[in-house]
């Protein structure tokens, strides 16, 4: 069955840490680029959050840059957010892809895993 399963969010003060974990189908996860992104309370539209190619290449939203780390674990399908020093900015229902598959219609959103900053 093709799959995302998104987990490691919580509710966390500012300044805290959290790293989310997102289990990809194989079908999904090998020799694709791999991204997350976060739906905020209130918004419509996912936003990108984060990529990372197949080789481990990097992007992110300028917004995160410096705070949000993302790696892959390509020998278990995995791909991971490792995120520092939250904002109340970063509450968000966060998610995971692979914006190929998603462009071309071939893949689903997992059930995304909230992610609550406040103090």
């Known amino acids: 069955q093709v799959q995302l399963v998104e987990s490691g969010g919580g509710l966390v003060q500012p300044g805290e840490s959290l790293r989310l974990s997102c289990i990809a189908s194989?079908?999904?996860?090998?020799?694709?680029?791999m991204a997350w992104y976060r739906q905020a309370p209130g918004k419509r539209v996912r936003e990108w959050v984060a990529?990372?190619?197949?080789?481990?290449?990097?992007r992110y939203e300028d917004s995160v840059k410096g705070r949000f780390t993302i790696f892959r674990d390509n020998a278990n399908n995995t791909v991971y957010l490792q995120m520092n020093d939250l904002k109340p900015e970063d509450t968000a229902l966060f998610y995971c892809n692979a914006p190929r598959l998603l462009s071309a219609g071939q893949v689903h959103w997992g059930q995304g895993t909230q992610v609550t900053v406040s103090s």
């Open positions: 194989r079908s999904i996860f090998s020799g694709n680029t």
């Open positions: 990529t990372i190619t197949d080789g481990g290449s990097t």
